[in-house]
């Protein structure tokens, strides 16, 4: 079968067999789209095949009924959760804030149809992962084996007097290689970690590396040592657990600024500060913790790009997006955002970076909730609007959210409608009709007992391959990293040579402008060219433009023309205009203005005109022409006046 455009979901049920079985257990796995169209299916699957087939298709979530159907205590559970892609959630879809639901009850209240009779493994399956499509159930949270890794100054003694600093100096730069040296072996051993340090002149003051791993990982990879300059300590934090999330909450924005002091900003998606603190030496799991007691983050920001490690983990252990601005944010933008906040009062920088970055996303997102706001505005229903924005801001579609929120009220309506029945029939369940629990319970103990005989000798064969498999995975997890990083670093590295490149060419464009003005310059200087403008057509407004000293008009439009611009063509000091033949050249001659054909050099640059200066010469000549015409009119019209002067007396 194809795969689906958008987001896939998972579900899984017991097909049978028992996961602490000689023989193993078997899983009925159903891939469907945000449609609940189906995608894929594998019945009589292996647990290996479901995470082989969670990594083929990389679901935004899995859906079980019981967790503990795929693993027999919470020690395999976690191991299992561990292996499956970082970015994708296990969901318990018959879970509520009343508890645990029958999958049929909660298909029911999300208005699906589950059928008469018992569902088969298949069909509870399918209907697993089309509940999680729309968003049913509570996610499980692990809380992962750490290992706590501090570089810091030993405990031996001081240079004293002038030696001081460089004492200082060289312990800094010892801890700084150290700590390079351990991040290089924890990349190399593909482990996951966070990296605090606490930065000084000429090195660092101390590291802190978080490793989530347990402390018999680190073995062979890094080693406990003191000395005089600095000392290395590996210290097991807390074993690993798994916890169900207490309910979605609310959809919040997250801001992080990450470091030895970490900014932490919550917001709502009405732009509300919820929470806003920092933390000193708080670990990834604290601050999941603390983010999820505020609500269900849909995005994490940060206000670098790239993003730090730690803020990309952390969207991918909450199933969050990741927001980083266009480029890294400058103090005064931080400043300028945390202040617009009201309410906000950030303590620190590292609160006010976060806050920052909380409503930089805040802002791009804006646009997109206005559009919904505005959209629901056509409804006269109950929805749920920070429901909805939340599921479009996950990839759902906003007809698909909307269509999901009336279910949701159509799924209630029935719910309310079933309760009597539903009550009736748990009357007759504890009235204990038609049901052996003796039996019931007597063939459970023995299939304990048997059980528990097989256990002890597949546990150590089971150890090591869980162990191998997980290896295996976390190696091709820290390849795959790397690969994204270099795909990340390629494409930064060619923007920035296109930008060279224009940039180059903007130079070279400005040296040979530079180059001509100069010549032209030289020959203004030698009185080869002199001082021109260009005007499309001749009118006051563009006489008045006319910068002062311009002494040649160059005309485009022979046709059209002011006759008030004649007159202000003398004020403006023109010798003469450059202009093909027509009724405005014969305008200019009866206004005494020498009027030039086009047959003179012109050159132009950055908006400076020049004319050869032949055509200054030109126009000298041709008024003096001009005037020496008008002079004989002059003397021919007294001398006919005076004759029929004396015509008028003989």
């Given at each position: 079968m194809a795969r689906s455009g958008g987001p896939l979901y998972m579900g899984v049920d017991l097909h049978y067999g028992n996961p602490a079985s000689a023989r193993g257990a078997r899983y009925y796995i159903v891939v469907v789209d945000t449609e609940g169209g189906l995608v894929a299916k594998a019945p009589e699957s292996s647990i290996a095949r479901l995470v082989r087939l969670a990594?083929?298709?990389?679901?935004?979530?899995?859906?079980?009924?019981?967790?503990?159907?795929?693993?027999?205590?919470?020690?395999?559970?976690?191991?299992?959760?561990?292996?499956?892609?970082?970015?994708?959630?296990?969901?318990?879809?018959?879970?509520?804030d009343e508890g645990l639901l029958d999958v049929r009850e909660a298909a029911r209240r999300a208005g699906l149809d589950p059928g008469q009779g018992k569902l088969s493994p298949g069909r509870t399956a399918y209907l697993l992962a089309v509940l999680a499509s729309r968003g049913v159930g509570k996610p499980l949270r692990v809380v992962e084996e750490k290992t706590l890794?501090?570089?810091?100054?030993?405990?031996?003694?001081?240079?004293?007097?002038?030696?001081?600093?460089?004492?200082?100096?060289?312990?800094?730069?010892?801890?700084?290689?150290?700590?390079?040296?351990?991040?290089?072996?924890?990349?190399?051993?593909?482990?996951?970690?966070?990296?605090?340090?606490?930065?000084?002149?000429?090195?660092?003051?101390?590291a802190v590396f978080t490793v989530y791993a347990p402390r018999s990982r680190l073995r062979g990879v890094v080693k406990p040592y003191r000395g005089p300059d600095y000392s290395v300590e590996v210290k097991p934090v807390y074993r690993a657990k798994i916890y169900l999330e207490e309910g979605r909450g609310r959809p919040v924005i997250v801001g992080l600024d990450p470091g030895i002091s970490t900014g932490l900003a919550i917001m709502d998606l009405a732009g509300r500060i919820l929470h806003l603190a920092s933390y000193k030496g708080i670990d990834r799991g604290g601050l999941i913790q603390e983010i999820l007691a505020h609500g269900s983050p849909i995005i994490v920001a940060a206000d670098v790009n790239p993003p730090p490690d730690t803020v990309r983990n952390i969207a991918s252990k909450l199933g969050a997006e990741v927001y980083t601005p266009p480029q890294d944010m400058t103090t005064e933008e931080k400043r300028e955002l945390a202040s617009r906040i009201q309410g906000a009062k950030p303590r620190d920088s590292h609160q006010r970076d976060a806050l920052a970055a909380a409503y930089k996303a805040y802002q791009a997102l804006l646009s997109k909730m206005r559009q919904i706001d505005s959209y629901l505005g056509k409804f006269d229903l109950e929805l749920?609007?920070?429901?909805?924005?939340?599921?479009?801001?996950?990839?759902?579609?906003?007809?698909?959210?909307?269509?999901?929120?009336i279910m949701r009220i159509i799924g209630e309506s029935r719910r309310g409608e079933e309760k009597p029945r539903v009550a009736r029939r748990e009357q007759r369940q504890e009235a204990g009709e038609g049901v052996d629990y003796a039996g019931i319970i007597e063939g459970l103990k023995a299939e304990k007992r048997r059980l528990e005989d097989k256990i002890a000798a597949l546990e150590a064969e089971l150890e090591r391959e869980r162990i191998n498999a997980r290896l295996a995975i976390q190696g091709a997890r820290a390849e795959a990293y790397r690969d994204q990083e270099l795909r990340t670093l390629r494409s930064r590295v060619e923007r920035l040579e296109e930008e060279a490149r224009k940039l180059r060419s903007m130079i070279e464009d400005y040296k040979s402008m530079t180059a001509r003005l100069a010549g032209m310059v030289v020959d203004a200087a030698r009185g080869n060219l002199v001082l021109a403008a260009r005007v499309k057509v001749l009118t006051s407004r563009n006489v008045n433009r006319i910068p002062q000293g311009t002494r040649i008009l160059l005309v485009e439009d022979s046709n059209t023309f002011e006759r008030a611009a004649l007159e202000k063509l003398a004020e403006a000091g023109v010798e003469g205009v450059i202009v093909e033949p027509g009724p405005l050249a014969n305008a200019l001659r009866k206004a005494m203005i020498p009027a030039l054909r086009p047959i003179y050099r012109v050159v132009e640059e950055a908006g400076v005109v020049l004319v050869e200066s032949r055509a200054l010469e030109d126009a000298l000549e041709e008024r003096r022409r001009l005037e020496e015409e008008r002079a004989s009119r002059v003397d021919l019209e007294r001398l006919i006046t005076e004759y029929r002067m004396r015509r008028m007396k003989a």
């Open positions: 990594w083929e298709y990389r679901p935004r979530a899995i859906a079980v009924d019981n967790p503990y159907e795929l693993a027999q205590s919470t020690r395999d559970l976690v191991r299992i959760l561990s292996m499956l892609p970082p970015d994708v959630m296990v969901i318990q879809v018959n879970m509520d890794i501090t570089v810091s100054r030993g405990r031996g003694g001081s240079a004293g007097g002038w030696s001081q600093q460089r004492f200082q100096r060289r312990v800094r730069a010892t801890i700084h290689a150290v700590a390079t040296k351990i991040k290089e072996e924890l990349d190399k051993a593909g482990l996951e970690y966070d990296y605090r340090y606490r930065r000084s002149k000429g090195g660092l003051e101390s749920d609007p920070e429901e909805v924005k939340a599921e479009v801001l996950r990839g759902t579609t906003l007809a698909e959210a909307v269509e999901r929120q």
